[in-house]
């Protein structure tokens, strides 16, 4: 079992910054592959940023330049910084872990979610 737990959303102006963090349970997280999810109202949950145990990164497209995804072993926790919010950046962001057999994750393991609000 994988604990996920969420925090540092908030209510933001636009082209404002936010820092969320998602702390893990688990003595293999530097192992984890993870990500930065977000889901707005009426839409699907969507990818924002992964990182990969090797440190291999990938963002959405429209987050390229202004979203950096980063992680601490040492914490055990996964960051998302994110600079120059756009009111479509709004939503409810949740914190991954992905689904590895190898390593015992037999699921994918999903944080509570915590909201951003981006503000005119």
């Known amino acids: 079992q994988v604990q996920l737990v969420e925090s540092g959303g908030g209510l933001v102006q636009a082209g404002g910054s936010l820092i969320l963090s998602c702390a893990a349970s688990?003595?293999?997280?530097?192992?984890?592959?993870m990500g930065w999810y977000r889901q707005a109202p009426g839409k699907q949950r969507e990818l924002v940023a992964g990182?990969?145990?090797?440190?291999?990164?990938n963002y959405v497209d429209s987050v390229k330049g202004r979203f950096t995804i980063s992680r601490d072993n040492a914490k055990k926790t996964l960051y998302l910084q994110m600079n120059r919010l756009k009111p479509e950046d709004t939503g409810v962001y949740y914190c991954k872990v992905d689904y590895n057999p190898l390593l015992g994750l037999r699921d994918a393991y999903w944080g509570q979610g915590t909201q951003v609000t981006v503000s005119l």
């Open positions: 688990g003595s293999i997280f530097s192992l984890f592959a």
């Open positions: 990182i990969t145990s090797g440190g291999n990164i």
